[in-house]
């Protein structure tokens, strides 16, 4: 899976997440471009995420997170290891 | 279990809840949430639902303001000492799914304690009927050395149980909520391995310890458990300590589908929405193979082969539910005469025909049957849980009859019994002697019917049953059982107001009002709490009247005259303190038709209705000295 296949199928989990069709993702976003991204939102995301890649985050790089393009990286990377 | 698995998979969730929010109308939105809300979910559609059906209720101007079912409101607080917004919506969903309109409210984090001891104004305005109390094991830390004694270790679980108990009453005290206390789940592994339970200072089995304290201190304070600690022990995915360390989720969201059900269903069984009367097919449910074809001797069933053994082991399950107090049905398209063959003379049945207290097996159609079977037992479908292996006959049931629930069953009649207690259908807010016979009760009923038709004088058929009303004032003792009576009873309930037992306890201790528990003994035998009347002042009446805030019967004794010797009861009572007269209310729901007439029935006169009544109620007066007493073939027994 690329990067690209990743954004895409990372799309839609934002698109469930958050009730919204219209979230088009792009690498320098942040939890302050998305309304409804909180806290809560954001477990929400993880978790989604894990389900929708069949991953698991460590908890040493939920800090790493800076914004969508290092979340899409790091499950591109977690998904290439298998 | 995580996302459900006995309710049916929907084809394309996603696509449907997508749909949903298109709709234009509210109303439909919130319909579609509530039908979709009893599919396979996991926590991500949970929430897409939950927020459709807040969005549409926000519309529209309340959950309960629902055109397609009526939903019951109920207000459910939670306080606790972890992170729980994550885990409400998922309990507003499978309140939906269960006719509750759940609305929730949680307390400002760390503030379970201060919310509960003083009372706290904002949690007060929400007015609670239920308080969670979710606790985790950090907050529950205790204080003793790895080496204490069994002495110390009982000590310091008493220590805590203790101040449990202060906050239970606090619950009561500040906000007469029914208490619902989540028990404590283990976040750290055993230390000592398969040792830990001989190490009394473990603090594995320090959490036990307390776990099992709690429980029997609820049982005596009539508080509620949500025994989180018993299903994170079966399932792996309750507690995730990534969730812990990243934002102090003690519950996974993987598992919210599955707590909001196990919440949900805790509050729709103090509220009376639990499912009473569990329906079996016969062939390749209760025993292998089609008794038609095989022949009774032919069926897989019982010791010698393991399918008979699995099928053997279903059958005592149920029963087992029978005999806690579970009705018993058969629903079946079979040889009747085969059927009950089976029954009564296969040696290795589990279920006898004692057990069933309504027996259909015919050619007609199961939706046909399922409604004969209500009829016949006086029962609403809504009480219904159907068992079949036939997946096109549990879709047919689904699609005729939406509100019997039809579970999903897994292909090995092995996990029948799993897959039914995950489901939940069945849970109790209290269980009693009465409920022990229940079933008995059915089927002795079923005789009494049988006595009936065999009786064309119906005057000689009440005092062939030498029946005696047992009246006693709601003490103590009538507490649990009269507020189970008042929180299911929907058909012969005049108002249909519901009371934890805490309120009820208030209404009953003012000497002004009567608060009558009505048992009935007849020649069949005991029939328990058939009846709870409530009469008190109120502003809405003469000073020298009393209002009947609730007459609630059980079906079960209708056509009996208990209502006409209820009266004279009342009457009497109201007397004694100084009542002249008694206003009867009648209050409509979808459900209580059978009573609208019953204050006509029994002499009172129609009266206006106060203007800030309305929706069809009616009112009705009864003076007590100029009525003229009617007929009853029921001795009596007053001890109020």
């Keep these: 899976m690329n990067e690209a296949q990743v954004y895409a199928a990372l799309t839609e989990v934002f698109h469930d997440v958050f009730d919204d069709e219209t979230i088009a993702l792009a690498p320098t976003m942040t939890a302050a471009d998305i309304e409804g991204w909180d806290s809560t939102a954001h477990v929400a995301l993880i978790v989604a995420a894990e389900t929708r890649f069949g991953v698991r985050f460590r908890t040493s790089e939920f800090e790493t997170l800076r914004n969508v393009g290092d979340f899409v990286r790091l499950i591109a990377t977690k998904v290439a290891k298998g | 279990m995580e996302q459900l698995d006995w309710l049916p998979r929907h084809p394309d969730l996603r696509g449907a809840i997508a749909a949903a929010r298109k709709l ?101 305005a929400f007015a609670p009927q239920f308080v969670v109390i979710a606790s985790d094991a950090n907050d529950a830390a205790f204080d003793v050395p790895i080496d204490t004694c069994e002495a110390a270790a009982e000590q310091a679980v008493g220590a805590r149980v203790e101040e449990l108990r202060a906050l239970w009453r606090g619950a009561r005290r500040h906000y007469s909520a029914q208490v619902i206390q989540q028990t404590f789940v283990a976040m750290v592994p055993p230390l000592f391995g398969s040792y830990e339970g001989l190490v009394p200072g473990a603090p594995t089995a320090l959490l036990e310890r307390l776990n099992n304290a709690l429980r029997a201190a609820a049982r005596e304070d009539g508080v509620l458990l949500l025994d989180l600690a018993w299903h994170a022990r079966r399932s792996g995915t309750v507690f995730d300590p990534v969730r812990w360390h990243q934002a102090k989720q003690l519950v996974s969201p993987v598992f919210a589908p599955c707590y909001g059900d196990l919440l949900a269903r805790v509050v729709a069984a103090a509220v009376g929405c639990s499912r009473k009367c569990l329906v079996l097919d016969l062939d390749n449910t209760l025993w292998g193979g089609v008794v038609g074809d095989d022949g009774p001797e032919g069926i897989q069933l019982g010791n010698g082969s393991p399918a008979g053994e699995a099928f053997l082991a279903f059958q005592r399950y149920a029963a087992q539910l029978a005999r806690r107090g579970v009705v018993l049905a058969i629903c079946s398209k079979n040889d009747p005469r085969l059927a009950e063959e089976v029954f009564s003379s296969h040696p290795e049945m589990a279920l006898r025909c004692s057990d069933i207290a309504c027996f259909v097996a015919n050619w007609d159609d199961k939706a046909t049957n399922l409604r004969r079977i ?104 009538q507490l649990q059982r009269a507020a189970q009576l008042i929180n299911k009873s929907n058909q012969f309930n005049l108002t249909t107001r519901r009371y934890t037992e805490a309120q009820l306890a208030d209404i009953a201790a003012q000497a002004s009002s009567v608060a009558l528990c009505l048992r009935l003994v007849d020649r069949f035998g005991d029939n328990g709490l058939i009846g709870v009347l409530i009469a008190r002042p109120d502003a809405d009446v003469a000073a020298d009247e009393l209002l009947i805030d609730s007459w609630l019967m059980s079906c079960r004794v209708l056509g009996r005259q208990v209502e006409v010797a209820a009266l004279q009861v009342l009457a009497a009572e109201a007397a004694r303190r100084g009542a002249a007269a008694l206003v009867g209310e009648y209050r409509p729901t979808p459900r209580n038709a059978l009573v609208a007439d019953h204050y006509a029935k029994l002499g009172f006169e129609a009266i206006a209705v106060p203007a800030t009544q309305s929706n069809g109620v009616t009112r009705w007066r009864y003076d007590i000295e100029a009525a003229p007493p009617l007929p009853h073939h029921i001795q009596l027994e007053v001890d109020a």
């Excluded at chain 2, 292996?389 to 939406?402: G, W």
């Excluded at chain 2, 038709?453 to 009246?471: P, Q």
């Design chain 2, 374 to 477: 209500a009829r016949s037992l006086e029962l609403g479908r809504d009480s219904f849980v159907f068992v079949d292996d036939n997946p096109v006959e549990r879709d047919i049931v689904r699609r005729e009859l939406p509100e019997v629930a039809v579970p999903e069953l897994p292909d090995d009649v092995a996990l029948y019994p799993a897959m039914l207690a995950a489901a939940g259908y069945f849970e109790p807010a209290s269980f009693t002697r009465e409920d022990a016979g229940r079933s008995r009760s059915y089927a002795a009923n079923a005789e009494r019917r049988s006595l009936q038709e065999g009786s064309t004088d119906i005057d000689g058929f009440l005092r062939s049953l030498d029946m005696k009303l047992v009246v006693t004032a709601v003490g103590s003792m």
């Design chain 2, 24 to 124: 234009a109308d509210a109303q439909d939105r919130l319909a579609a949430a509530i039908a979709l809300a009893g599919h396979r979910r996991d926590f991500v559609a949970t929430d897409q639902l939950a927020r459709l059906a807040d969005a549409a209720a926000t519309v529209i101007g309340g959950l309960d303001r629902t055109a397609c079912v009526q939903l019951t409101p109920v207000r459910v607080a939670v306080l606790a000492s972890h992170t729980v917004d994550h885990l409400l919506p998922a309990a507003r969903v499978a309140g939906l799914q269960r006719r509750l309109a759940l609305a929730t409210y949680v307390a400002p984090y760390g503030m379970l304690r201060q919310a509960l001891l003083a009372r706290a104004s904002e949690l007060a």
